[in-house]
Each structure stands twice: as C-alpha cells, then as structure tokens.
C-alpha cells in the first residue's frame, strides 16, 4: 500500500519535537503533532514538519522526521511581518516540501493559508481542530477580523477535516455544514506502574486565567490534610504571580512552575487523583497522560469520554462537588481503584498511537492518497 508524504505545518512546534526544555512553550497541539509525526514515520510515512527558526539548522532530521525552519519569532517589522517574512517563508517552505497531505491543527490564519497553498498546487490539506472553540461563531480564540476570515475560508477549503469529539463534530455540522472524521487524541503509554498510596493531588497546565488555577488553590486550601502540586508555565504573567505567592503560603501545595513535556511525565508519576479546572478544552493531553497510568481524572470540563457504557471523567458542576469528589478519591480505596481502572481501560482501548495511525489511514484512503 502506498503510504503519502505527510507534512505537518505547526510553527510552534520545535520545542516539543526537540524536546528542547530551555524554550517554554508546550502547547497541546504541538503534543499531539509531534506524538503523531514520530508515529506515522515509525509506520513507514514520509513525514515532513514546517516549524519556525527557533536557532536550529534549517533543516535537520528527527527520528525519521524531516525538519524544515521557516521565520524566526521576531523576525520582520510588526503589520508588515504577517506577509514577509510569514507568509512568504512558510509559502517557500511548503513549496520546497512538496507533500502530497499538509497538515494544520489550531484555529488560525494559518489554516487559511495552508488550504489555499494546497488548492493552488493540487494537494489535499487536512485541518485538526484542537478545541471546542474551533467552531464558535465569535472563534473567541482568534484576536483579529482578518485571521478569522482566514480560518474560515480554510475549514471550508480543507479537503478533509478531524475531529476530536463527537461534540466538535456536532458543532462542526452546525457552523460549517460539513461531515468532519473523529480520531481521537493519543498518547504514547508509560512504563506499568503502580500508583503510590500516598500520592498527590496533581494539576498541569498553562497557568492563564482561561485554566482557572485559582480553583485548584481553593481546592488546596478546603482540603489541608492532603498533598498537591501544581505544574505550568506562563512566568511573567500575573496569573503565574499570584499562584505561586498563594502555593507559597499553603504548606500542603508545591508550586513546580514550568516543565518540558519530555520530562513532564514524572509529575503524574506519583499523582494519586488528577484535576482540571479549565472553562474551555479540546481533549487534553493530561487526561490521556493520567489515564495511561490508572490515575483517575477531575473536572469541571466533560469530554465525553465513554467506556463500557459508563463515563471516564469524573466531572463536577461547581467548587462544593469538587472538593467532595477528590477528598472520596483520595481516601475510598474501592471507589479510586474503579475510577482508575475504567480510565486505563479508555486510553488502552481508543487512544494509542497505533489506534490515531490506523484512524488516520483510513481518511487517506478516502482521500485516494493511500
């Protein structure tokens, strides 16, 4: 079988796919490129990734990935960056690719971009979403008119589109009237384990106010018999100010600040009970992350994750059933050993990197690629 050249247009991406811990920037779509990537070449894909000039050689492999550098962060004068150098360095780098699939996650100008490029030169683009917010109709995560108008113009160009919900699929149908494919997000497992008895109440993300970490301290503060730990970046910001001044008043909180992702998997190594306070999701990488070692998962935010007929997500509608849901998973053993286990059984079931592969071939089968 014919395997396509796949190329991954995500300018943010080096840090993670490097795992260059010195650069704070671990973004979810990145995980889930970069985890995708490595695992289409290990399948015998020619895999090809467009990213920005983070210092390193403009072009270099990576575990059978070939990298190609376009603009630097900084480069070019403000307004006038946005055509020269973006647009006309990431248009060269595609050219110089020439990928049979290019590949765009997160909504964005780029979407638009990309889609236009393939249309213009006869390539098929896939477009991922990576949040519930793709397919708003205020796109509240896109700041400008201009770039808004430009994602939608790329959802509607896009040869095919994924997503990671049935609920993004739904709202997907609704806003553009298009069928989009469900693969859903992957994580490469860890080595079998078993959770300390002793373990802590772990939250991990960027430390911004969409995130809420503020929850998680009350939490903390409801809760002073037992342990937590909160790791994210985001240092400058007067989110990551406040919480770090609060965890250090708590004597039950540890406050890690930033962690690359390749070293980020320690953290949900001595977890007993996961939490995630954010108000807007995709699929987030630390559910799967949990989910892989049997740690059970807290949140405010559902992703209707399913196994067996029963929920995976322990999910809470306000601050009073939070605390009442952790404090029951931190001390009933039976209760923590069956949340668990229905989370390990979710992730082994549907979200290994073979299973997003296999899901993904089948969509370049569709598109006459394989």
Same mark, same amino acid.
């Given at each position: ?67 190609? $550098? ?25 050219? $110089? ?7 765009? @996650? ?8 990309? $889609? ?14 990576? &949040? ?8 509240? +995560?896109?700041?400008?008119? @201009? ?25 997907? @149908? ?9 693969? &859903? ?19 991990? +993300? ?5 995130? @809420? ?64 306070? &954010? ?92």
């Amino acid at each position: 079988m014919r395997r396509p050249h796949i190329c991954f247009v995500a300018p943010t991406i080096w840090p993670v796919l490097a795992r260059e811990g010195a650069i704070d920037v671990v973004g979810g779509a990145e995980v889930q490129q970069a985890i995708l990537a490595r695992s289409f070449a290990a399948a015998g894909y020619r895999v090809s990734i467009i990213t920005m000039d983070f210092g390193q050689p403009a072009r270099v492999e990576i575990d059978g990935i070939s990298v190609h $550098a376009a603009y630097a962060p900084d480069a070019g004068l403000p307004v006038l960056r946005f055509v020269h150098p973006r647009l006309t360095s990431l248009w060269q780098a595609m050219r $110089a690719v020439d990928a049979d699939l290019y590949y765009q @996650r997160s909504a964005g100008m780029l979407t638009g971009v990309a $889609a236009q490029f393939c249309r213009l030169h006869g390539r098929q683009f896939l477009y991922a979403a990576a &949040s519930d917010r793709d397919f708003l109709a205020d796109l509240p +995560g896109i700041r400008y008119r @201009r770039d808004k108008w430009l994602f939608r113009r790329g959802v509607q160009q896009a040869s095919a589109l994924v997503v990671q919900s049935a609920r993004q699929q739904q709202a997907c @149908r609704a806003a553009y009237g298009r069928e989009a494919y469900m693969v &859903s997000s992957c994580h490469v497992p860890p080595p079998p384990q078993d959770c300390a008895a002793d373990g802590y109440v772990l939250w991990v +993300g960027s430390v911004k106010a969409l995130k @809420r970490p503020e929850l998680f301290m009350a939490l903390a503060r409801s809760l002073p018999q037992l342990r937590f730990r909160m790791v994210g970046g985001g240092e400058g910001t007067p989110e990551y100010a406040a919480m770090a001044a609060q965890a250090a008043a708590l004597p039950n909180v540890e406050f890690v600040g930033f962690v690359p992702y390749h070293l980020v998997q320690a953290q949900f190594d001595g977890a007993r009970v996961f939490v995630n306070t &954010s108000e807007w999701e995709g699929f987030p990488n630390t559910f799967l992350q949990a989910w892989a070692r049997g740690v059970p998962t807290v949140s405010f935010f559902d992703t209707g994750s399913q196994h067996a007929g029963q929920p995976v997500v322990q999910v809470v509608a306000d601050q009073d059933q939070l605390v009442a849901r952790v404090a029951r998973l931190m001390t009933d053993e039976p209760a923590w050993r069956a949340a668990g286990a229905q989370s390990l059984a979710c992730y082994q079931a549907r979200h290994t990197p073979a299973a997003a592969v296999a899901a993904y071939g089948e969509i370049f089968g569709k598109l006459g690629l394989c």
